[in-house]
Every structure is written in structure tokens, then in C-alpha cells.
């Protein structure tokens, strides 16, 4: 038996583990949903920024695993709940999509335009404009107004090649203020590992962080002390893996090829 299987939680990324894309990848669904009859306490953090977890749903049943929204943590979700654990419910204004600002109105959150917003919140948006990035600057310029972005990535992965990631907005944001973001929620940062394992119940050791990226999944996991799951089946290959771990400086506890061989290594 692997010995991770003797963990009593699993955070999973999502994109590159279970699925690529909109494709599921059959013996890694398989695998969490064998995983989840065992007793074993799952939950799937994705730093994803344009989608809710109620859009995001759909996906995972598609995909054939048998999760409900709780278990699901998501930058969009992650963010609300990060602002209204710190800030309380609050005036904001975002650069994001719809499923970014259904998170941060079911969390109590008011949308309003950026000259009555408290806080900032940016989160990707494959339809940014002028007007939004102008919105989102002079907020920036702005010392007494909070600054929150969703997750860092710089680019996305997609299927017929790399989009721009929340970074574009990020990165503009920077290159004209001077300023980066007073948190990042996602991954490689703490708070949304932090509200994984608060959801869990569970001490970092008692967890495994499982992802395909050693800059974003092994990385948080490394970050929180828990240990560390990559598989092969998303951005890092059999290929690539030594290139990377010597690139990023962070090595994973355990590499398997894809989730399923928890069951047969
Ligand atoms: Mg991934």
C-alpha cells in the first residue's frame, strides 16, 4: 500500500489531476472517488478566478466525481471568504467575471463602482478593458484602499496554448503603482490552503498536497508543511521534472505518473 494512503486528507488541485481542461482523465477520477468510499476527507483548491463553485459543479459531474460545493475551494470563493473573515462584509470593486462576483456576493459583499469600493479585488477577466483597468489603477494610487487578487498566476496553461493569467491585470496594476496586492489569496499562498485545512478539521501532517505544478501545488503544500504529491499528468512531465524541480528549488516528497497509482505502486 502507498503510504500516503494512510493520510485522512487529500487537497487536490484540479486542473492537470483529475482533468485536463474540460477532459476528465478516467483513472484519476476513478482513484479520488475510491479515495473518497475509503473515508478519506477530500477537498479540490483550484486557483481558477473567473468561475463559482455553483458554474464549477458542473464540471465535476461531468468529470463523474461525487463532490458537493463545500468541498471545493476555489480562488473566487476563497477570496470572499478571505475578505469577510478580515474585513467584514464590505463595499468592492472587481476587475473579474460573473463567477467572481457571485462568490463575493454570496459572501455579503457589496459590488459597487471603484469611487464608493473599500477594496479592490482583482481576479482575471478574458474581457478586461480600458475603462476596468482605469477603475482598478486609481483605486490602486489609492494607500487607504485595500488591494486583494485572487491568485498569482502569470499565465494559463489552456488547451491550445498559454493565455494570459490573472498577472496581466496584477502585473499592469504593478507596472503603473508601483504596488502588488496587500494579500494573494491563491495557491502558492496560505489562504486558501489554510481554508482547506480549516474545512478538513486536520493538522498539515495529517493531509497530502497533491498538484501538477511545483511553483503553485507543491509549493503551497511546502508552505503550510504538509506534505507533498506531483503527478505527471498536466504541466510538469517525466520530461521536464528534473528542469523544474532545479528551476523552482522546491522538490515534492512524492511523483507518480497520475493519481490512480496511489492504488498500484
Ligand atoms: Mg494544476
Known amino acids: ?68 460545493e463545500d468541498q471545493m475551494f476555489l480562488t473566487t470563493y476563497v477570496t470572499a471568504t478571505y475578505i469577510k473573515q478580515n474585513y467584514g462584509k464590505s463595499k468592492v470593486f472587481t476587475t473579474g467575471e460573473p463567477g467572481l462576483v457571485e462568490e463575493l456576493k454570496l459572501a455579503g459583499h457589496e459590488i459597487v463602482d471603484y469611487d464608493e469600493a473599500e477594496i479592490l479585488v482583482v481576479g482575471s477577466n478574458r474581457q478586461i478593458s480600458f475603462e476596468i483597468l482605469t477603475k482598478a489603477l486609481r483605486m490602486c494610487l489609492d494607500r487607504d484602499k485595500i488591494y486583494v487578487a485572487t491568485n498569482p498566476d502569470k499565465i494559463f496553461p489552456s488547451e491550445d496554448g498559454p493565455v494570459p493569467g490573472t498577472g496581466m491585470i496584477i502585473g499592469a496594476l504593478y507596472w503603473m503603482t508601483d504596488r502588488m496586492p496587500d494579500c494573494i489569496c491563491g495557491k502558492p499562498g496560505k489562504v486558501i490552503m489554510q481554508q482547506a ?69
Open 1 to 68: 500500500m502507498h503510504p500516503l494512503l494512510e493520510k485522512k486528507g487529500f487537497i487536490l488541485d484540479v486542473d492537470g489531476v483529475i482533468g485536463r481542461g474540460e477532459k476528465p482523465i478516467p483513472p484519476a477520477v476513478e482513484a479520488v472517488n475510491r479515495l473518497i468510499s475509503m473515508g478519506k476527507k477530500v477537498v479540490f483548491v483550484s486557483n481558477n478566478s473567473t468561475r463559482s463553485r455553483k458554474i464549477y459543479m458542473q464540471r465535476f459531474k461531468e468529470f463523474g466525481v461525487e463532490v458537493t
Open 197 to 265: 485545512l480549516d474545512h478538513l478539521q486536520l493538522k498539515a501532517d495529517e493531509v497530502v498536497v497533491v498538484g501538477d505544478q511545483i511553483d503553485v501545488d507543491v509549493l503551497a503544500g511546502k508552505n503550510i508543511g504538509a506534505p507533498t504529491l506531483l503527478v505527471l499528468s498536466g504541466v510538469t512531465t517525466k520530461q521536464n521534472l528534473s528542469r523544474m524541480i532545479e528551476k523552482f528549488k522546491v522538490k515534492p516528497d512524492y511523483v507518480l505518473d497520475d493519481l490512480s497509482q496511489l492504488f498500484s505502486a
